[in-house]
């Protein structure tokens, strides 16, 4: 099989987000924050302030929301951490990294995007200061074109503030995590570091619906939700904690015989609950076929076109003794994993049984009990 037709099967399985990329960082705008452009571009140009300014306003405090989010991406870099993608959502960005940092990387991480806006600010500020430029202070609040540097350098000093506030999920909230976890557990300084995202999201949510600046509540609705996601990630991490892939993979599964067709494969997709196949030939792995593939192949080669043909040959596998917390990663690009002993298969490990699997530790099942 030639190798460019493996590689577009790896777009049908993996679907790498298309599009805008910086440093090699894929960047995806959430549909809130595409409404949230929406209603500032409608609602926005207001007072002395021409419409093309308030589009050049806009951009960039988006540009200064990119750049914070590159200085958390160059910093967990620096300590090997790969970012999957950069999401824009309303209350700012986030760089969803491939696995959680320390809590003395991540101390650095979380302070170097409030550190750039401050830089951003400052820069700005010593422009205006070279350039002799008036700023009226009074006048900040009633944006004019004259006016548009020093309100672009507050608004990163906004954004910088705003993020540094003790609160998950801010960065500030990642900050205190991770000088909470120089005293306490992780999880519990988590915790608590959440439960402040909570309490300030009330806070602000309450001030915003009594003074009628529904932004806010807005605001703290996201907030909210995302110290509430925090908290379920973090359960996430302690109940796979010290655990093994081998522990929680799939034992029972079928296998496709490398000669199988399209059409046989089909139909073992519809008598079995597994969405994803391994392919072998005799005890060896050649490829992993899933769903995806194997529809676009019915729909592209036919049913009578081999499995071989259409499999994914550059599969993504884990040894059994890697640690779980670190495999699940992983299934955030792929729906399946192969757990592979050197070349004999073991099992496999998709988002759907490392689910099941949390929920019965979560009630109190241990690993071994499910044998
Ligand atoms: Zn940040």
């Known amino acids: 099989m030639n190798p460019s037709e493996s590689r577009s099967e790896d777009r049908v399985e993996k679907q790498p987000p298309r599009g805008l990329r910086i440093l090699g960082v894929p960047i ?43 200085g958390h991406v160059a910093v967990s870099k620096r300590y090997g951490i790969r970012t999957l993608e950069i999401v824009m959502y309303p209350i700012g960005g986030v760089a969803r990294l491939e696995r959680s940092p320390k809590p003395a ?10 550190a750039v806006n401050v830089l951003i600010a400052a820069a700005l500020w010593s422009y205006l200061g070279f350039m002799r430029a008036e700023i009226n202070w009074n006048a900040l609040t009633a ?30 909230g990642r900050v205190l995590r991770a000088l909470l976890a120089r005293w306490q557990p992780e999880d519990k300084a988590t915790r608590m570091a959440a439960a402040a995202g909570r309490v300030f999201a009330i806070l602000i949510g309450l001030y915003g619906l009594l003074s009628m600046q529904f932004m806010l509540v807005f605001i703290a609705f996201f907030v909210y939700l995302g110290a509430t996601q925090e908290t379920a990630a973090v359960v996430g991490r302690s109940l ?21 067709t399209v059409r046989e494969a089909a139909s073992m997709l519809l008598a079995t609950s597994q969405q994803d196949f391994p392919v072998v030939l005799g005890a060896q792995v050649m490829g992993l076929l899933g769903r995806n593939a194997l529809l676009r192949g019915m729909a592209v080669d036919g049913p009578d076109a081999y499995v071989a043909g ?3 040959r550059a599969f993504p596998r884990v040894g059994p003794e890697v640690a779980l917390v670190e495999a699940i990663p992983l299934l955030a690009q792929t729906s399946c994993v192969l757990v592979m002993d050197e070349d004999n298969l073991l099992g496999l490990l998709t988002r759907e049984n490392v689910s099941e699997f949390m929920m019965l530790r979560k009630f109190g099942m241990s690993a071994d009990a499910r044998a």
């Open 105 to 114: 990387e991540e101390l650095w991480i979380a302070l170097a995007g409030p």
């Open 143 to 172: 944006p004019s074109d004259a006016n548009l540097l020093a309100r672009i350098a507050i608004g990163n000093l906004i954004l910088g503030a705003f993020n540094m506030v003790p609160a998950f999920p801010m960065d500030g």
């Open 310 to 312: 259409i499999m994914d």
């Open 240 to 260: 796979t904690e010290g655990i093994p892939v081998r522990s929680a993979m799939i034992t029972d599964y079928r296998t496709l015989e490398h000669g199988t």
């Open 28 to 70: 995806r705008l959430h549909f809130t924050f595409v409404l949230l452009l929406i209603f500032i571009v409608t609602f926005g140009a207001r007072g002395g302030e021409s419409a093309l300014f308030n589009v050049i306003y806009i951009l960039a405090l988006f540009t200064s929301v990119l750049l914070h989010e590159l």
